[in-house]
Antibody, heavy 122, light 107 residues
Framework: EVQLLESGGGLVEPGGSLRLSCAAS????????MSWVRQAPGKGLEWVSG????????YYADSVKGRFTISRDNSKNTLFLQMNSLRAEDTAVYYC???????????????WGQGTLVTVSS | EIVLTQSPGTLSLSPGERATLSCRAS???????LGWYQQKPGQAPRLLIF???SRATGIPDRFSGGGSGTDFTLTISRLEPEDFAVYFC?????????FGGGTKVEI
């Protein structure tokens, strides 16, 4: 059974940093691209960043480019999101999501974690 | 960036009725790259449709997708109580990915 378990969310002041993790199991993690998608309270979905299976190709949404860094450790089946210079508008539930097929970084997501809440407030 | 506009914002229907949800793109989207998700309160999204018209694993056949170019639809032929939720369309390209704003299907 595929499982994605996010952790690392919490309350942080504007300008602060936070590192999210997503522990994957139940599939060959090193074969699939992964992404982070966020959802502000009561709002829609926003794709944040995606990384290829091997980690060599990375994309970011313009809203986080230069502030967030996605990475992965295939030896530990874990996806990361380092978030710096956080703003109030980054407040959201952050989901990690698995690409549905072994092809291209971006695509559809067939498995999602339960999400971790990041709140940016003073 | 391709903007996806979903309509209506809210659809009020009864169980057993047919639901038709629209997703319009600001520029042409390859059908292969258009999908639909269902999200219930407090839950992560679930993939329903990929490639505009292919049902994901385990999705009942009352869900169907169609369209091409800039206009896509998700149809639920007969609403079951568990289908009342928010639905999002999604498209992706070589380096970016966007979601529509969502349609809430309520009783």
């Amino acid at each position: 059974e595929v499982q994605l378990l996010e952790s690392g969310g919490g309350l942080v002041e504007p300008g602060g940093s936070l590192r999210l993790s997503c522990a994957a199991s139940g599939f060959t993690f090193s074969s699939y691209a992964m992404s982070w998608v966020r959802q502000a309270p009561g709002k829609g979905l926003e794709w944040v960043s995606g990384i290829s299976a091997g980690g060599g190709t990375i994309y970011y949404a313009d809203s986080v480019k230069g502030r967030f860094t996605i990475s992965r450790d295939n030896s530990k089946n874990t996806l990361f999101l380092q978030m710096n210079s956080l703003r109030a508008e980054d407040t959201a539930v952050y989901y990690c999501a698995k690409r549905d097929i072994v092809l291209m970084v971006l695509g559809h997501f067939d498995y999602w974690g339960q999400g971790t809440l990041v709140t940016v407030s003073s | 960036e391709i903007v996806l506009t979903q309509s209506p914002g809210t659809l009020s229907l009864s169980p057993g009725e047919r639901a038709t949800l629209s997703c319009r793109a600001s520029q042409s989207v390859s059908s292969s790259y258009l999908g639909w998700y269902q999200q219930k309160p407090g839950q992560a999204p679930r993939l329903l449709i990929f490639g505009a018209s292919s049902r994901a694993t385990g999705i009942p056949d009352r869900f169907s997708g169609g369209g091409s170019g800039t206009d896509f639809t998700l149809t639920i032929s007969r609403l079951e109580p568990e289908d009342f939720a928010v639905y999002f369309c999604q498209q992706y390209g070589s380096s970016s990915l966007t979601f529509g704003g969502g349609t809430k299907v309520e009783i």
